[in-house]
């Protein structure tokens, strides 16, 4: 009898997902950071992600709860950024064991409030369940001004690879990244509002994991510049930094593709916009979707390994 | 230490939920079947709504996996119901233990497309995340002309008490009520528009749970009739029918006040919209919020326990 652990989650997704019905006011349904909806007449387009936190697969029991709490919210907002778009409302569904000591629940709401007010979002409310692990299931909606959104699947052939910031090591110890870090919203609404990204999502699983994804959405290959992967201050203490950097999941950095027609452009407004965030350029889309390679300098092509975190999956401890 | 079990859900959504950050644009926060917004020049308001369906809670390992994906969008359903207006969009968080077979997850998602299909929804995506437990959190969003949401804090004294349908036994062995309801989409939409309703909610957790919180957020008190109250079929072959009636919950039946001025008008309406649902006048809306009394014919009046069905608290298995 076959099971999840047997097909992992990207294969169970493609396989429900062009299933489940959809709306005529849907411009994109399942399979991109946010689905979009676009209702008649309405001048901005609207975005909806769902996001799981799980005690001891996203967070720990040790976690202080405030952090949990953050964490849970800055997942769906860097999910709205990763569209370019502005996030507003909030939903939360609550799991817990009747044994959970009231402070923590507490510490929970007010790590969940304090983030709210950070990124000037309401919370709508949710619903409460008793159940065997503490979980938060959070929604968030965005706005972004209509047709604008940046898909996954927009990279053409040549367009060049950035991600910002630095990749790897969201979990080491000592790191409290996957806690801490901040969605890239400015940037996100940035590269959507001046039509500099072509295709554009979140690094949630690692970039050996999420990559392959803006691919398949694009249905496009890549050379990689491995020498050229922003390592993270966490990532070069290890013995293998460029394996966190492809693989540790949880960076919540942005990865996007831009026309080499406007590389020069895009690069002087960015240090402009961004002088302390840096978009490194990380590699050029090919048009073979078969071909996605990870070139190492005077070395080495790789193909580029679909690592990184999937869930159900056989995988590393996180 | 106090934890969630010494409070229970009402008090821990009492304590929890007026601390939630808010934005201009939400008119009706936390507490309501849904939440709405109200975006600036939009003819409808937004309802936002949440439900976890999680087994062992809300249904069991034996469960025909369609059915809960039946259940957990006719949940979503049922709020949007319960607020008079008409649902759109769902999305879909799953949690799962790695073993589940994947004939289990795909009879799940069957459930859920059928009962999108059912009800004219679409289904705009989610995530997915490995646990202990198998889980489904569903958001509902749906839509209503603006202004016309019907909440539970609009019962005013003299106002007319009636449900839908018949109360209790939902879980009797037998009776398949929790999961094949049928939400009350159409009577809320009526009640909304043809502004019948002046307090309306949907019964999920129990009579005596769920009119206590309309009577709360009315700030008002009740006359129930006892021998008024609709017993189920399932609820009639026990020993305790009254009891079924009032505890058991998911009933997604509605409830909801009528002014008195509007008593013949409504019930020859209903009657000619709705010839095969009755809605029953169960009892009256009192002035003063600590009078909350259940009347027996001839008999005694007793004080309305908050009985019903509340998360966390101990309670009968269900």
């Given at each position: 009898m076959k099971t999840l652990r047997d097909i992992g989650e990207n294969r169970l997704l493609r396989h429900l997902l062009p299933r489940l019905p959809q709306r005529p006011e849907v411009a994109v349904g399942p399979g991109d950071d946010c689905a979009v909806v676009r209702v008649p007449g309405s001048a901005d387009d609207w975005l909806f992600t769902t996001d799981p936190v799980i005690e001891?697969?996203?967070?720990?029991?040790?976690?202080p709860a405030r952090l949990v709490g953050r964490k849970a919210i800055a997942r769906a907002v860097s999910d709205v950024a990763a569209m370019g778009g502005t996030p507003l409302w909030i939903l939360v569904d609550l799991v817990a064991p009747a044994a959970t000591p009231l402070a923590r629940i507490r510490g929970l709401y007010a790590g969940l409030a304090a983030a709210a007010r950070k990124w000037d979002l309401a919370i709508l409310g949710g619903d409460t369940a008793e159940g065997d692990a503490l979980e938060l299931h959070i929604t968030g909606v965005g706005r972004i001004p209509r047709g604008t959104a940046v898909l996954r699947s927009g990279a053409r052939p040549g367009d060049l690879v950035y991600v910002t910031g630095a990749l790897g090591?969201?979990?080491?110890?000592?790191?409290r990244h996957h806690l801490a870090f901040e969605p890239r919203l400015a940037a996100g609404r940035f590269l959507a509002e001046r039509k500099f990204a072509t295709a554009l999502m979140d690094l949630s699983d690692g970039l050996a994991a999420d990559l392959p994804r803006l691919l398949d959405a694009s249905k496009r290959g890549v050379r990689l510049e491995a020498a050229a992967i922003p390592l993270s201050r966490a990532a070069r203490k290890t013995q293998q930094p460029l394996h966190h950097a492809l693989?540790?999941?949880?960076?919540?950095e942005l990865l996007f593709t831009v026309s080499p027609k406007n590389r020069a452009r895009f690069e002087t407004a960015w240090k402009r916009s961004f002088p302390k965030l840096p978009a490194v350029r990380i590699g050029e889309i090919l048009?073979?979707?078969?071909?996605r390679r990870l070139h190492f300098p005077g070395g080495p092509a790789v193909p580029l390994q679909a690592g990184g975190y999937q869930h159900f999956l056989v995988h590393k401890g996180r």
């Open positions: 001891r697969r996203h967070f720990l029991p040790e976690t090591g969201a979990y080491l110890p000592g790191c693989c540790d999941g949880e960076d919540f048009a073979d979707p078969k071909r």
